[in-house]
């Protein structure tokens, strides 16, 4: 109740509150007693005969509702909630909550420490650890990457191989903790035709369908039109600025042509949101050493892109960049 910007709002609404609570007991109090000799009727009758009486209350529910409007007398004493009195006991919910996390803090504080001194893939191999962050990964994981953890379109796989920023245990703990923002940007004014030929070039990377004349062109195109820059000329993509390999099956938004095209055409946004100041580096390190788990981490290092540009060595670090990561049909 710190908002009130002037002490007229302050007694505004003490006075309302009391008011409605005493109210309660004084209407309970006219409700329940009747001189004698003056029960009367309603006024309603059914049946001819039927009337409805109107008696004071039962004195076993009169008294109940009497304890509730002492015990909101009580509890407005106590505990805040007149205006901006914060009540005899001083109690806030900001310090309830600060107390409960002190409390785990000395509860959970040194399972937390001890793994957080233990190497990842170690911790990866821990049951113990394996289970603490897998409840970690159901509370706040789930959501995009699904409670199995094989994402969903536009939300990557954690159990396969692929890995659009790198799959070692280093950065996988980086991209829980400081999160990725990337971007396919828009290709529209290619033309309509050309994104096409590109389209079809994308699926033949990875042995899809594809017409081996507009294939032929859209390579051309990829070579010039920039595309090299972010996925490579191999077309393998470039961990540091989170382009995907186009070259294998897996695939973020869909492989059909369609999709490739409005992908080219149109661009992609993600954004990994960061959780370190959220769940803290001992929980991210938990979490991290589950995701390690589902697949064992990247196998093997991926093949270098070439540069796209000289002035690549002045661009910002890859988790701040804005890349073509989730790129031509990835």
Not at 157 to 169: S, V
Not at 208 to 227: I, N, R, V, Y
Not at 254 to 265: D, K, Q
Request: glycine share 10%; charged share 20%.
């Amino acid at each position: 109740m710190s908002d009130f910007v002037n002490e007229f709002w302050n007694l505004y609404v003490i006075v309302i509150v009391l008011v409605s609570v005493i109210g309660c007991g004084v209407f309970l109090k006219t409700q329940s007693v009747r001189p004698e000799g003056t029960v009367t009727t309603t006024g309603h009758e059914w049946d001819e005969t039927l009337a409805e009486y109107n008696h004071p209350l039962p004195a076993w529910w009169s008294w109940l509702f009497y304890i509730t409007v002492v015990f909101a007398l009580v509890y407005l004493t106590l505990f805040p909630g007149l205006g901006s009195f914060k009540g005899v006991l001083g109690w806030t919910s900001i310090g309830q909550y600060k107390a409960e996390v002190k409390k785990a803090d000395e509860t959970y504080g040194p399972i937390f420490d001890k793994y957080m001194k233990m190497d990842l893939r170690a911790v990866a191999a821990d049951k113990e650890a394996n289970e603490m962050g897998k409840r970690l990964f159901l509370t706040y994981c789930s959501q995009c990457h699904g409670s199995d953890a094989r994402g969903a379109k536009g939300f990557p796989n954690l159990t396969d191989h692929d890995w659009q920023w790198g799959g070692d245990p280093e950065t996988i703990e980086k991209t829980i903790l400081d999160g990725r923002t990337a971007m396919m940007p828009s290709h529209a004014p290619l033309g309509a035709d050309t994104i096409k030929n590109l389209a079809n070039y994308v699926r033949s990377l990875s042995g899809l369908p594809h017409d081996d004349a507009l294939a032929a062109k859209g390579k051309e195109t990829f070579m010039t039109a920039g595309c090299t820059g972010c996925h490579g000329p191999d077309a393998h993509g470039t961990h540091a600025v989170g382009a995907p390999n186009l070259t294998d099956k897996v695939w973020l938004y869909g492989s059909s042509e369609n999709t490739i095209i409005e992908t080219i055409t149109k661009g992609r946004n993600n954004r990994m949101p960061a959780w370190r100041e959220f769940l803290g580096e001992p929980k991210v390190h938990l979490l991290a050493a589950y995701v390690l788990s589902l697949s064992g981490g990247e196998p093997s290092p991926q093949p270098a892109a070439a540069p796209a540009a000289p002035a690549a060595a002045d661009a910002q670090p890859a988790a701040d960049q804005q890349p073509a990561a989730d790129a031509a049909a990835k």
